[in-house]
């Protein structure tokens, strides 16, 4: 079922906006040349939209630009050269030009050497003037350069009213964009889905979310490319309009549009397009390419050196102490799309992205809920805390894919990268008195309540994941969000809801720091558990902010549990891998996938395995397996290792194994070695019909036959040295034997020819 996103151009053609960029007001034009076929038109014919989408088919996926949707006609309109005068009744003057873009679904402008002096407006329509842009005065310019917001349909007309006393100023369009996709052209890759995976950001999970969701914003890069952002506070709480987004959405920033509150009311897309404010114009900042952010200053249509109040902006706070975020949230405008959000319920891992630094990013191997896509570049991904830790440089999350991955540039790492500067870096701006602050929150300027005393916790440690013993120890970040310094605090802790203790930290702690506590260790049975703690009673009083009180995570204990290593060697094309572990019913108990590509090297992973067999998926989404191929120098291979013993593997000599490959294994108790000295031996291997086993010094074992699977074929007890087992009856094939003395086991493969 193809399932299609809002479309732009449909939304538009039956919504009515009133200046929903600029000051507000009405065309002085109103009463003249209302059937403009006097006006001056210029004709832009159609580009090559097939060669274009062709090119969008690469450059979607290539996360190293804007989502484009149009294509830029540059050129030089202005007073001088186009364009009809009519001077009004009472000697002012208007200028007025219609620019059609053949077959566009929309039009957008950019102007360039503008100057508009005090009493002139500028304003962009359609020719229905259901959708008035403006006015635009000096205010809105920035370099004398504004971008205009998308105008639906081919037709945009643009006006210019001087009043008779006044000077002309100057009206220059440099770029007119003919917009050839909408967001409905980008439609989902759901494998018989019924419906968007990706959602609302008013649906019902993003309740707790509204703040953020003000924070996050639409651009216009370049006239005709779409990224995501978000505003961002800084130290002393100014409302300064920083936007971070991602550096490959760079353009000269003069002229970027940026869009407010473009949202559906609740969980379902609305027929006709909502309502949204815009702003034009900023300066950059700071940007960088190892973590691939981009800040930048607003400028054009400021109230107060900020954003208006009217459009509840909420300049999002931020963490960049770089502890593990237990799980995430990232909203954003997937192609062009209204908002949406998107969760992720697990810790994430630190990674890198393409030929980006190590330990550079905040990587996500598989959304819970959501995904993102083109045009989601630069949006924030938010903490538990609802802090800013990264923004999205790219991955390759999809609807309907599964173990595809999502990369976002770290805060922690753009923060003072060595070397760096005001021009590279965010402390210089997000941190201008150099306070050391580790974080901060974020601030609504319509409801600027001050809190003083606020803890919180955050980060749980070794207390996620599996351990190989009954033994844990916790360790959580406390932190201070008030202004007054916390200097005690109660952390109420436990396990699956119950053996709740209190552990009391004493300290001091100012405004924007963390500190991380230690808990006692814990002995616990095998299974799943899940770790709960809380903090409570901060400088024996009320907490005034409760949200970022509790953090909690799941684990698993394997009691008597082996340590079994997978050793990946990934090719050029790491995004393609995918694998999964399954115990010997079938069920999944370890699963990797959604890594980076040109990453290739060794990756490491440990497992905890009881003794017992398993069976090991690994799969490849091109199917060519780990052949690098042409431009690729690297072939990947994989070996699973136990006590230095290669239990399975895929050498690099042979990497293609095609889309799928099975590979069967067991492992055996910590007895291993003591058995292995006293000769146990299996033989002849591979065998017809008879095998003998030989149990060197010991007297007694039993044996078991399993097939690959783990599936028990025959039982058996020996009580000498050496006994001879029938395994006539069973087919040719590779089967496991499984044999155990005084509690102690070790497993041996077998051959049947």
Not at 346 to 363: A, E, R
Not at 439 to 467: E, H, W, Y
Not at 503 to 521: C, E
């Amino acid at each position: 079922m193809k399932i299609l996103f809002l479309s732009i151009l449909l939304a538009f053609s039956s919504a009515n906006f009133a200046q929903i960029q600029g000051k507000g007001g009405v065309p002085k034009g109103q009463k003249v040349n209302t059937n403009y076929k006097q006006i001056d038109k210029r004709f832009f014919a159609q580009p090559n939209v097939e060669l274009l989408r062709q090119e969008d088919e690469v450059n979607d996926i290539s996360d190293d630009a804007p989502w484009r949707f149009g294509f830029n006609n540059f050129t030089s309109l202005n007073l001088e050269n186009a364009g009809t005068w009519t001077t009004l009744p009472n000697g002012d003057k208007i200028w007025q030009l219609v620019t059609v873009c053949e077959q566009a679904l929309t039009v957008n402008l950019t102007f360039s050497e503008t100057d508009i002096p005090e009493g002139n407006e500028l304003y962009v329509y359609n020719p229905t003037k259901d959708f008035i842009l403006g006015k635009f005065t000096a205010e809105h310019l920035y370099k004398g350069k504004l971008g205009a917001e998308l105008i639906p349909g081919n037709t945009a007309i643009v006006e210019y009213y001087v009043k008779k006393e006044n000077p002309p100023g100057k009206v220059n369009i440099c770029t007119v964009t003919h917009g050839y996709r909408t967001a409905n052209d980008f439609s989902e890759k759901a494998f018989g889905s019924s419906g968007n995976c990706n959602k609302n950001v008013n649906c019902p999970e993003g309740a707790n979310w509204v703040p953020q969701r003000n924070s996050a914003v639409m651009l216009v890069s370049g006239s005709n490319g779409f990224c995501s952002g978000a505003l961002i506070n800084n130290t002393e709480n100014d409302l300064k309009p920083y936007v971070l987004t991602a550096n490959h959405c760079y353009s000269d920033p003069t002229s970027w549009i940026f869009r407010f509150n473009w949202q559906a009311a609740d969980c379902n897309n609305p027929a006709n397009s909502p309502s949204f404010q815009s702003m034009s114009g900023a300066v950059l900042r700071a940007r960088a390419t190892p973590s691939d952010f981009c800040l930048v200053e607003i400028t054009g249509g400021l109230e107060n050196n900020s954003v208006p109040l009217a459009y509840q902006p909420f300049f999002a706070g931020w963490d960049n102490s770089g502890n593990t975020p237990s799980s995430a949230v990232g909203i954003h405008h997937p192609s062009g799309d209204i908002k949406k959000i998107s969760f992720e319920n697990n810790p994430l891992i630190s990674t890198t992205f393409g030929t980006c630094p190590p330990d550079s990013h905040w990587g996500i191997t598989d959304w819970d809920l959501g995904v993102t896509e083109g045009g989601s570049s630069g949006s924030p991904l938010f903490d538990p805390s609802h802090r800013i830790v990264g923004q999205l440089h790219g991955g390759a999350s999809a609807c309907g894919g599964a173990n595809l991955s999502d990369e976002y540039g770290k805060i922690s790492y753009s923060w003072e990268p060595t070397n760096s500067n005001s021009s590279n870096q965010l402390k210089h701006w997000l941190d201008p008195n150099d306070l050391g602050a580790v974080f901060i929150d974020g601030i609504d300027p319509n409801n600027p309540n001050p809190v003083l005393v606020d803890a919180g916790i955050s980060s749980p440690q070794g207390v996620s994941g599996t351990f190989c013993g009954e033994q844990v120890t916790p360790a959580v970040v406390i932190s201070n969000s008030g202004a007054d310094t916390l200097t005690s605090v109660e952390i109420l802790y436990g396990y699956d809801g119950t053996n709740l203790q209190t552990y009391t930290w004493t300290g001091s702690l100012p405004q924007w720091q963390n500190a991380s506590v230690t808990l006692p260790s814990a002995n616990l049975n095998a299974g799943n558990h899940t770790f709960t703690a809380t903090v409570n009673n901060p400088n024996a009083s009320l907490d005034e902010n409760s949200l970022n009180n509790t953090v909690s995570s799941t684990f698993n204990i394997v009691v008597g549990g082996q340590i079994v290593l997978m050793n990946l060697t990934l090719d050029c094309f790491g995004s393609e891998t995918s694998w999964e572990l399954q115990n010997a019913s079938g069920a999944i108990i370890y699963s990797g996938g959604g890594y980076s590509n040109n990453a290739e090297g060794l990756l490491t992973e440990s497992w905890c395995l009881n003794y017992g067999c398993y069976k090991y998926v690994i799969m490849d989404s091109y199917g060519d397996g780990f052949e690098g191929g042409t431009g690729c120098s690297t072939d990947g291979s994989l070996a699973i290792v136990y006590n230095s013993e290669t239990l399975a593997e895929i050498p690099n000599t042979t990497p293609n194994f095609g889309t799928q490959k099975e590979l069967n294994f067991c492992v055996s108790t910590i007895g291993i070695a003591t058995l292995n000295e006293n000769a146990i031996s299996i033989y002849p291997n591979p065998a017809k019909t008879k095998v003998n086993i030989g149990l060197g010094n010991f007297q007694q074992a039993n044996v078991e036959l399993c097939d690959v699977s783990g599936k028990v074929l025959m039982q058996t007890s020996l009580t000498s040295t050496s006994s001879s087992l029938s395994v006539a009856s069973f087919s040719a094939g590779t089967y496991f034997v499984k044999i155990t003395i005084e509690g102690q086991v070790i497993t041996k493969k077998l051959i049947l020819e």
